[in-house]
């Protein structure tokens, strides 16, 4: 049905490495998991179970595994790493991912207070083993740190094996490249984007007013992470241009009225 409408913009496919849409899975059923699956995997490159969820839902490896055999990456939240790591449990981290069946590992510490020597030294160990992606900002909304900082840390990151860096935002995008109230802080995105290629970064972006903003921005094929498992079809919509708030977006000027 695309190919019969002008104007759609070059949007990429599975498998990419732009223009990937990752899924905060917070708890949900095996049933729920093979609902999405069937309408949108397509659509989804990565599912984040999110915080500690994956310690607490039933079933948690038949989900992981639907997931799976749809051609979708899973990782932990990164929260568990910590959780594990400030109780001196980094082995049995490891032991608990490879039972869930799991080759990709969130590294991060918005929680907890991590010298960046040692996060990258992690990150540089783990990507040895498995897929590394990993979160720079902390999920506390009265930690600042400087754009420069930010940017120096997701170089290092990257050069330590990461695959990609999350732009931290939390669930309730409000914190780290957002500002109180939900609004992307320019600058900082702005000092980001000077040395880091946009490909090798996930935004994370919960509202659909961030969503709609990283598009308009950056174009169809920018990273969008937390995105709620019953968003996914609508943010495509937003990225085709099949949404009011992108639909003129990727139209000629003489077509808008």
Same mark, same amino acid.
Request: aromatic share 8%; with cysteine; hydrophobic share 40%.
């Given at each position: ?14 498998? &990419?490495?732009?223009? %990937? ?78 039972? %869930? ?6 590294? @991060?510490?918005? @929680? =907890? ?35 420069? &900082?930010?940017?120096? =840390? ?38 980001? %984007? ?64």
């Amino acid at each position: 049905m695309l190919a019969d409408l002008p104007y759609f913009p070059d949007r990429s496919e599975k498998p &990419r490495e732009s223009g %990937l849409t990752m899924v905060m899975d917070k708890g949900l059923s095996v049933r729920e998991a093979e609902d999405l699956v069937s309408v949108a995997h397509q659509l989804i490159d990565y599912v984040k179970l999110g915080f500690g969820t994956s310690l607490f839902t039933n079933n948690v490896e038949e989900k992981i595994k639907c997931y799976q055999k749809a051609g979708i990456k899973v990782y932990l939240g990164g929260t568990l790493f910590e959780a594990f790591l400030i109780r001196n449990k980094y082995e049995d981290y490891k032991k608990f991912i490879n039972k %869930l069946g799991i080759d990709m590992i969130e590294v @991060s510490d918005g @929680s =907890m207070e991590i010298a960046h020597d040692l996060k990258c030294e992690y990150i540089n160990k783990l990507s040895k083993e498995y897929t590394v992606i990993s979160e720079v900002g902390s999920k506390e909304a009265g930690v600042i740190i400087s754009p420069d &900082r930010w940017l120096s =840390m997701m170089l290092n990151e990257l050069s330590s094996g990461s695959i990609k860096v999350i732009a931290e935002a939390r669930e309730s995008g409000t914190v780290g490249i957002y500002d109180n109230d939900g609004k992307a802080n320019v600058s900082l995105i702005d000092t980001i %984007l000077s040395k880091v290629p946009q490909e090798k970064i996930l935004w994370e972006a919960p509202l659909k007013s961030q969503q709609v903003w990283f598009i308009k921005h950056f174009g169809t094929n920018v990273n969008l992470g937390n995105i709620a498992p019953n968003e996914v079809i609508s943010l495509e919509t937003l990225r085709m241009g099949l949404r009011g708030d992108t639909f003129l977006h990727f139209l000629p000027k003489d077509l808008h009225i």
